[in-house]
């Protein structure tokens, strides 16, 4: 049997059906994993889709140190992992007993500012992060006579696979290898694929990996780093990086040259004239005067004063000028991103859109630098495919008619993935209306770039009235070429009517406009991933979610992009006490150093370490100024937690942290004076900006609110407002009171003071009986009762459909749900503990004597601390 591994389920879908020879592939199931099963050429075939990346990069929970052995640390596995920390860190035993410090290291997974030293140097593990998919792969690769890795081919993908062969390698050694490299899911390109199967680009995964080890550090080092430096915030978390912080401080620098513009005043000449004796509107056209700014008020004074009362323009001269525009260049990621933001369709979205189109099967690989066909890409083909679709059938068959097609060249040419172009012809009553949308500039572009140049005629006219010159001017698309299926970004015509020198006009109307030059514009999204590129600041892969991170984080608003006040409060924070993590010099220097692994120039060892000290070089610096950082954002902070304004006093309502428990309530910035409070709504709350959000019935502040793996919902904050009551719902009789020989309802109810839901007896003081509710949902009783402990059975209306569920929390039948989900993740645990531990080889001697020293009591405790201790913080400090 052959193993095929891809990168997505969608993948190993369509790649079973395009390599399936006879009848139609099998869907299966490895555990809870999808596998299609099928023959090829008479052979047992199967594919497995993987989520991405089935290994994730983090820290250990603590750093140990000791004279014998140095800096080590212990993996959730309970194995040493060796640490190479330089000299120049303190090390234990420590005159401060509280954390960071340990008795004999560092806890280096709190927040806390004095361990980011040592968290600069701390070991990565590669944890499971897809332990289903780990577990089924390792089933099917125990069966497989040979393996072949299909992911995507560009570092990311090489890196996914090279992580899964590991995984694969623990249990099946020997097994032949090889890569399958594509660009489209085309039979032809399938087919080519897998007859002609690689090796794995070691190098290549190694970059993608380094790339993954130094967001990490970056990310986690610098996001821990702001965040702790000043305390609130909607978000609380202040998420910085390696390209991101770069990139928000270009757009920072921006709105600083805006600020720091001081407008001129200039005046205008303008008006409207038409052809003399010709009354028609339509045959009218816009003329200025030949001094487009005047930028002395006396001299457009007294050419107004001369024009004013002109009623006829005599012609002096006409200027005619013919231009040539050459096809454009075939799409890379970059050029694509730019074109579709230019028609409404953010980076980010452009992305998504683009995988899902590739993964139907209609363009091809969109993560891609090359703008140059290669000579193996058959056009005269795609055009026919294209030739399917009404909207490009007379172009189509226009380019077919041609002896030889000629495509257009960009500037960037690279071997991995030709430029994308369309694959299929879609149908636009299939597809949503962003992804015709986007599928339509594709198939138009690579139409384009097969077609013959076009052809533009300007026409200037120059007239005299009352002694002063006026002109016009209009462009006019003489022949069509690629602008007959490419419109996009095309200047609508300036029809100018036909005249000749000496030919009067008559002056419609005439004004003379005040005005003031404008500061330099913002970046849109398009504008900033092109800046970016310019720049080396990230790939094209990682440049759109880097841009939607920034937005998501709060740093960036509205396109054209401008930053917020928390953004650029953090730059110039960032700016003044460590001004290199805000260069984009830094950033395009570690840019480069990840090329030069890819073509196995350095090492990723060499690499991440280069990556570790630079970053040290910034630490130092920043923690002997956290007190004045804070205070520097202290003001943005509290701005970027505002939710809303007080329907009492008209201040600002915020997110604020009681000192007294630490938890989180909305309060008003007038307090004392002003005593209005809000409980704080379960889930991550954003405010809701302009009339939306202010409630229409009690003035308080609506939110949006985004509950963990649930959609988002808008609410009131007042949890007294009408807006937010629900009628008291009777669901049974309580039992306690029963017994007890009287009567009691149980009542579920929503309070006025908290906004929560619960189920209370009416004789509540004397039986104590209550039950919590999902705090979201319509609920309905249903009569019934539990069998197993006679609690009210009810019935939740979500957006996912009704469920119903035994309101005691401390049934019997749950807790044996959960003893029995219990037991089978122990057993579970203990196979994945055994296969880890027969798979682990033993290192060197050194490495050997670490592991005997590390059954003292010490490192048995840390083994288990790191074992039990979350890991929430890691995905988002990895971005």
Same mark, same amino acid.
């Given at each position: 049997?052959?193993?095929?591994?891809?990168?997505?389920?969608?993948?190993?879908?369509?790649?079973?059906?395009?390599?399936?020879?006879?009848?139609?592939?099998?869907?299966?199931?490895?555990?809870?994993?999808?596998?299609? #099963?099928?023959?090829?050429?008479?052979?047992?075939?199967?594919?497995?889709?993987?989520?991405?990346?089935?290994?994730?990069?983090?820290?250990?929970?603590?750093?140990?140190?000791?004279?014998?052995?140095?800096?080590?640390?212990?993996?959730?596995?309970?194995?040493?992992?060796?640490?190479?920390?330089?000299?120049?860190?303190?090390?234990?035993?420590?005159?401060?007993?509280?954390?960071?410090?340990?008795?004999?290291?560092?806890?280096?997974?709190?927040?806390?500012?004095?361990?980011?030293?040592?968290?600069?140097?701390?070991?990565?593990?590669?944890?499971?992060?897809?332990?289903?998919?780990?577990?089924?792969?390792?089933?099917?690769?125990?069966?497989?006579?040979?393996?072949?890795?299909?992911?995507?081919?560009?570092?990311?993908?090489?890196?996914?696979?090279?992580? *899964?062969?590991?995984?694969?390698?623990?249990?099946?050694? %020997?097994?032949?290898?090889?890569?399958?490299?594509?660009?489209?899911?085309?039979?032809?390109?399938?087919?080519?694929?897998?007859?002609?199967?690689?090796?794995?680009?070691?190098?290549?995964?190694?970059?993608?990996?380094?790339?993954?080890?130094?967001?990490?550090?970056?990310?986690?080092?610098?996001?821990?780093?702001?965040?702790?430096?000043?305390?609130?915030?909607?978000?609380?978390?202040?998420?910085?990086?390696?390209?991101?912080?770069?990139?928000?401080?270009?757009?920072?620098?921006?709105?600083?040259?805006?600020?720091?513009?001081?407008?001129?005043?200039?005046?205008?000449?303008?008006?409207?004239?038409?052809?003399?004796?010709?009354?028609?509107? *339509?045959?009218?056209?816009?003329?200025?005067?030949?001094?487009?700014?005047?930028?002395?008020?006396?001299?457009?004074?007294?050419?107004?004063?001369?024009?004013?009362?002109?009623?006829?323009?005599?012609?002096?001269?006409?200027?005619?000028?013919?231009?040539?525009?050459?096809?454009?260049?075939?799409?890379?990621?970059?050029?694509?991103?730019?074109?579709?933001?230019?028609?409404?369709?953010?980076?980010?979205?452009?992305?998504?859109?683009?995988?899902?189109?590739?993964?139907?099967?209609?363009?091809?690989?969109?993560?891609?630098?090359?703008?140059?066909?290669?000579?193996?890409?058959?056009?005269?083909?795609?055009?026919?495919?294209?030739?399917?679709?009404?909207?490009?059938?007379?172009?189509?068959?226009?380019?077919?008619?041609?002896?030889?097609?000629?495509?257009?060249?960009?500037?960037?040419?690279?071997?991995?993935?030709?430029?994308?172009?369309?694959?299929?012809?879609?149908?636009?009553?299939?597809?949503?209306?962003?992804?015709?949308?986007?599928?339509?500039?594709?198939?138009?572009?690579?139409?384009?770039?097969?077609?013959?140049?076009?052809?533009?005629?300007?026409?200037?006219?120059?007239?005299?009235?009352?002694?002063?010159?006026?002109?016009?001017?209009?462009?006019?698309?003489?022949?069509?070429?690629?602008?007959?299926?490419?419109?996009?970004?095309?200047?609508?015509?300036?029809?100018?009517?036909?005249?000749?020198?000496?030919?009067?006009?008559?002056?419609?109307?005439?004004?003379?406009?005040?005005?003031?030059?404008?500061?330099?514009?913002?970046?849109?999204?398009?504008?900033?991933?092109?800046?970016?590129?310019?720049?080396?600041?990230?790939?094209?892969?990682?440049?759109?979610?880097?841009?939607? #991170?920034?937005?998501?984080?709060?740093?960036?608003?509205?396109?054209?992009?401008?930053?917020?006040?928390?953004?650029?409060?953090?730059?110039?924070?960032?700016?003044?006490?460590?001004?290199?993590?805000?260069?984009?010099?830094?950033?395009?220097?570690?840019?480069?150093?990840? @090329?030069?692994?890819?073509?196995?120039?350095?090492?990723?060892?060499?690499?991440?370490?280069?990556?570790?000290?630079?970053?040290?070089?910034?630490?130092?610096?920043?923690?002997?100024?956290?007190?004045?950082?804070?205070?520097?954002?202290?003001?943005?902070?509290?701005?970027?937690?505002?939710?809303?304004?007080?329907?009492?006093?008209?201040?600002?309502?915020?997110?604020?942290?009681?000192?007294?428990?630490?938890?989180?309530?909305?309060?008003?910035?007038?307090?004392?004076?002003?005593?209005?409070?809000?409980?704080?709504?379960?889930?991550?709350?954003?405010?809701?900006?302009?009339?939306?959000?202010?409630?229409?019935?009690?003035?308080?502040?609506?939110?949006?609110?985004?509950?963990?793996?649930?959609?988002?919902?808008?609410?009131?904050?007042?949890?007294?407002?009408?807006?937010?009551?629900?009628?008291?719902?009777?669901?049974?009789?309580?039992?306690?009171?029963? *017994?007890?020989? #009287?009567?009691?309802?149980?009542?579920?109810?929503?309070?006025?003071? &908290?906004?929560?839901?619960?189920?209370?007896?009416?004789?509540?003081?004397?039986?104590?009986?209550?039950?919590?509710?999902?705090? #979201?949902?319509?609920?309905?009783? &249903?009569?019934?009762?539990?069998?197993?402990?006679? *609690?009210?059975?009810?019935?939740?209306?979500?957006?996912?459909?009704?469920?119903?569920?035994?309101?005691?929390?401390?049934?019997?039948?749950?807790?044996?749900?959960?003893?029995?989900?219990?037991?089978?993740?122990?057993?579970?645990?203990?196979?994945?503990?055994?296969?880890? @531990?027969?798979?682990?080889?033993?290192?060197?001697?050194?490495?050997?004597?670490?592991? @005997?020293?590390?059954?003292?009591?010490?490192?048995?405790?840390?083994?288990?601390? @790191?074992?039990?201790?979350?890991?929430?913080?890691?995905?988002? %400090?990895?971005?």
């Amino acid at each position: 049997m052959r193993l095929v591994v891809t990168e997505k389920n969608d993948a190993a879908q369509q790649i079973a059906r395009l390599l399936c020879t006879v009848g139609k592939p099998k869907a299966d199931k490895v555990y809870d994993t999808p596998v299609y #099963r099928f023959k090829h050429d008479g052979e047992d075939w199967v594919t497995i889709g993987l989520r991405g990346h089935i290994m994730a990069p983090d820290f250990p929970n603590e750093l140990h140190y000791s004279k014998k052995d140095g800096w080590w640390a212990v993996s959730q596995e309970g194995e040493v992992m060796p640490a190479h920390l330089p000299d120049s860190l303190a090390k234990p035993p420590y005159e401060s007993k509280r954390k960071p410090f340990l008795a004999d290291g560092v806890d280096i997974k709190g927040w806390r500012p004095l361990s980011l030293p040592y968290l600069v140097w701390a070991p990565i593990e590669k944890l499971p992060a897809e332990k289903g998919i780990i577990r089924a792969l390792k089933n099917l690769a125990k069966k497989a006579d040979s393996i072949v890795i299909g992911t995507d081919f560009d570092r990311e993908g090489e890196l996914i696979g090279s992580d *899964a062969l590991r995984q694969m390698r623990e249990v099946a050694p %020997d097994t032949p290898v090889s890569r399958a490299r594509y660009s489209a899911f085309t039979k032809a390109e399938i087919d080519h694929a897998f007859a002609n199967l690689v090796d794995l680009d070691q190098d290549l995964a190694d970059a993608g990996e380094s790339r993954q080890y130094i967001d990490l550090i970056w990310g986690a080092v610098l996001t821990r780093y702001l965040t702790t430096a000043r305390r609130g915030g909607l978000g609380n978390v202040r998420s910085a990086g390696r390209v991101q912080t770069p990139t928000l401080a270009l757009v920072v620098q921006k709105e600083r040259e805006r600020d720091a513009f001081v407008p001129e005043d200039y005046w205008v000449i303008s008006g409207t004239m038409a052809p003399a004796g010709d009354k028609d509107e *339509a045959d009218s056209f816009k003329v200025t005067h030949a001094t487009a700014r005047f930028k002395d008020r006396q001299k457009a004074d007294l050419a107004w004063s001369h024009l004013k009362d002109a009623k006829v323009a005599t012609v002096t001269n006409i200027e005619r000028k013919s231009r040539t525009t050459k096809p454009p260049a075939p799409f890379n990621t970059t050029s694509l991103q730019t074109a579709a933001a230019g028609e409404g369709i953010s980076p980010a979205r452009t992305m998504r859109l683009a995988e899902s189109l590739y993964m139907d099967g209609l363009i091809s690989y969109p993560r891609v630098d090359n703008t140059v066909y290669p000579k193996s890409l058959d056009l005269r083909e795609c055009v026919q495919t294209l030739a399917a679709v009404p909207n490009y059938r007379a172009v189509c068959n226009d380019l077919l008619a041609q002896p030889k097609l000629v495509a257009a060249r960009g500037k960037q040419e690279t071997t991995d993935h030709p430029p994308i172009y369309p694959t299929a012809a879609a149908d636009p009553d299939r597809l949503d209306g962003a992804a015709w949308k986007l599928y339509n500039l594709i198939a138009r572009r690579f139409l384009a770039t097969l077609s013959e140049p076009s052809v533009s005629e300007s026409t200037k006219f120059s007239f005299e009235a009352e002694g002063e010159p006026l002109t016009a001017s209009g462009t006019v698309l003489v022949k069509p070429g690629f602008r007959r299926i490419y419109p996009f970004g095309l200047r609508k015509d300036e029809q100018l009517p036909a005249l000749e020198v000496g030919d009067a006009c008559d002056v419609l109307t005439m004004n003379l406009d005040a005005k003031q030059t404008e500061p330099p514009a913002r970046y849109s999204q398009g504008r900033l991933i092109q800046e970016m590129e310019k720049r080396n600041l990230g790939t094209k892969s990682t440049r759109a979610s880097i841009i939607q #991170r920034l937005y998501d984080v709060k740093y960036l608003r509205n396109d054209p992009v401008e930053p917020s006040q928390l953004g650029i409060a953090v730059i110039e924070a960032l700016t003044k006490y460590a001004p290199h993590i805000t260069s984009p010099d830094m950033t395009a220097e570690l840019e480069q150093d990840m @090329t030069e692994v890819a073509e196995g120039e350095e090492t990723q060892r060499e690499v991440v370490d280069h990556s570790r000290a630079l970053l040290a070089s910034m630490v130092g610096p920043l923690i002997e100024h956290q007190k004045d950082l804070g205070e520097a954002i202290a003001d943005a902070v509290t701005a970027d937690a505002k939710v809303g304004v007080c329907p009492k006093c008209g201040k600002d309502l915020v997110l604020k942290t009681s000192a007294k428990n630490h938890s989180n309530f909305i309060g008003c910035m007038g307090w004392p004076d002003c005593d209005v409070t809000y409980p704080v709504p379960k889930g991550r709350i954003q405010a809701i900006e302009g009339e939306k959000g202010v409630c229409p019935v009690c003035h308080a502040p609506r939110v949006r609110v985004h509950p963990f793996r649930q959609r988002p919902y808008e609410l009131c904050v007042n949890p007294a407002c009408p807006t937010n009551r629900e009628p008291d719902v009777i669901v049974g009789e309580c039992a306690a009171c029963k *017994a007890a020989g #009287r009567h009691g309802d149980l009542v579920a109810h929503k309070s006025e003071r &908290t906004g929560k839901r619960f189920i209370r007896c009416t004789n509540y003081d004397e039986c104590g009986t209550s039950y919590p509710l999902p705090q #979201r949902g319509e609920l309905h009783a &249903t009569g019934e009762v539990c069998p197993d402990c006679g *609690a009210p059975i009810v019935e939740v209306v979500t957006q996912r459909g009704p469920w119903r569920l035994c309101v005691n929390m401390d049934c019997p039948a749950k807790q044996k749900k959960a003893e029995a989900k219990g037991r089978g993740a122990s057993k579970s645990g203990t196979k994945a503990t055994k296969s880890g @531990t027969k798979a682990t080889k033993s290192g060197t001697k050194s490495t050997a004597k670490r592991k @005997t020293a590390a059954k003292s009591t010490t490192r048995k405790t840390a083994a288990k601390s @790191t074992a039990k201790r979350a890991t929430k913080a890691s995905a988002k %400090d990895a971005e």
